[in-house]
């Protein structure tokens, strides 16, 4: 995998010091910059075909895409502009919505497993298990010994998933709170975007400063070698998308899959298959044909 | 729904009648159906994103496309090229393959029940329920007063699922033997579709005209005025996708959505988020400025 600008460094993080608006390794603007998206498409696909055909090998792999990020940071945007790009056959797409009670029962982790990307494929996590470091934290919804034991369960889980052989590509799709208030304002303001709103983003609004808290404590406690976080300026839709894009393509190129060899002899097939009794034959031969 | 000329008319089936290299309704070649079934996007993609939006919606809605047909006839491409146009956050495709040891002790239907797209969503199914009245009766895999029940089963469940809200919208991709052949020589011929071909599959058109049997049976059982079939000439890949891009367009123009209106006052929630408190506020103002 090439180096990312966006790889955030190991450490203690403050996220009010890493951009939200900056284009960094994109020198452009909107315009190139959808361009460049674009772009990326028949690579991403090559690439996306070429790991799913390992699910036909012995030892396929796969790709983990997290993306978390506070309401209105582009998660959705990412998935129909960025992985709109892939042959959604190779896709599996799961959003997490808050537990049900069934989910509840199990510990956090069970129904992230359940929801892992198959052989060969690319799955996508719109929220992920962060939600349990994260709105967990924020909202008291676990004992904090628990939320600590989270941390280190998550590094367990994600260096097994690596084992395994999948890759995990963490993305925070990091807004400021004023880019937020601008999104919901255009939420209110569009009928036909009426329905992704509800009031209660706005009282959301407020625990801001904690969520910030959590994701600092979350970001730096799961930066881990096997699984490292990128922080994604997603101020600037187009950027994010691209950015998203090109560190997707960077895991996918680390992977470099190649095609499978054929596991039968090519030739002899080919001689089967041309040599074959006719599978349809015509039923009612056309008796002048016959005659000639 | 707008009448498609490939909606199959009732009554016995002979598909070596339905041609499979015509292009019904289109009147142009290979270029300008590809450029035809790129102009669908953004209508497929509103219309899905209408569809989505139901989900916040008491009676969400949803469209199950069902794809069946003889192997190389296209399932997978048709995934790629037609339903690659649209949000893959509004897909749910599930992929049948043989059914599992555990999915054999339950009913046909119960794996395919687990499979049908949530509220909003366009579930696709490549291959379904209708492998267990075709590849079931050709290879013998059930008994056949078992396959007899299952048609009226069939029919009892698509009914229900139109009862429930949910559009099915069944498409068999219609190709010949000689097609196949030709499709099959290329998989042998391109290192990189080696993957995609076995052996076996050349002894499976043997049963060429076994499965044309159970194809017609099926069609000829199933084909109701709540979830009719639509025979798709599938020789010209260009064709096939468009066709099927057309189908599942009539399909959300007939379920005609509209994005919900709000619940919550609009104007009320922009007076908040207007005069809401900064949840962040600059921890170290500029001295300067407060002096000034």
Excluded at 10 to 25: E, F, I, Q, W
Excluded at 169 to 184: F, G, N, P
Excluded at 219 to 227: D, G, K, Y
């Amino acid at each position: 995998m090439s180096a990312s600008l966006l790889r955030l460094p190991t450490g203690p993080v403050d996220l009010r010091g890493l951009p939200t608006d900056a284009t960094p390794d994109f020198a452009h603007g909107k315009t190139a910059g959808k361009v460049a998206l674009a772009e990326l498409g028949p690579r991403l696909g090559e690439l996306q075909e070429r790991l799913f055909s390992e699910h036909t090998t012995e030892h396929p792999r796969s790709v983990l895409l997290v993306l978390q990020g506070m309401d209105t940071s582009g998660k959705g945007g990412v998935l129909r502009h960025t992985l709109g790009l892939v042959d959604p056959q190779g896709l599996r797409i799961t959003s997490f919505k808050a537990p049900t009670a069934e989910e509840r029962e199990h510990d956090f982790l069970w129904r992230i497993r359940r929801a892992l990307p198959g052989p060969g494929l690319i799955g996508v996590f719109d929220r992920s298990h962060y939600e349990d470091v994260l709105a967990a934290r924020v909202r008291g919804l676990a004992p904090l010994e628990e939320i600590e034991r989270r941390y280190a369960a998550i590094n367990d889980f994600e260096a097994e998933l690596l084992a395994g052989g999948t890759t995990v590509v963490k993305c925070m799709l990091h807004i400021s709170a004023d880019t937020q208030r601008e999104r919901l304002l255009e939420r209110l303001d569009r009928p036909d975007k009426h329905w992704k709103f509800t009031p209660g983003d706005i009282d959301d609004r407020q625990l801001w400063p904690a969520y910030r808290a959590a994701y600092e404590t979350a970001l730096e406690r799961t930066n881990t070698e096997v699984a490292p976080w990128h922080v994604v300026p997603s101020d600037r839709k187009w950027y994010r998308n691209l950015a998203v894009g090109r560190l997707l393509l960077d895991a996918l190129e680390g992977l470099a899959p190649t095609w499978p060899p054929a596991r039968y002899d090519v030739a002899e097939q080919r001689r089967r298959l041309l040599h074959e009794a006719d599978p349809d034959p015509d039923p009612d031969p056309d008796p002048e044909g016959s005659a000639a």
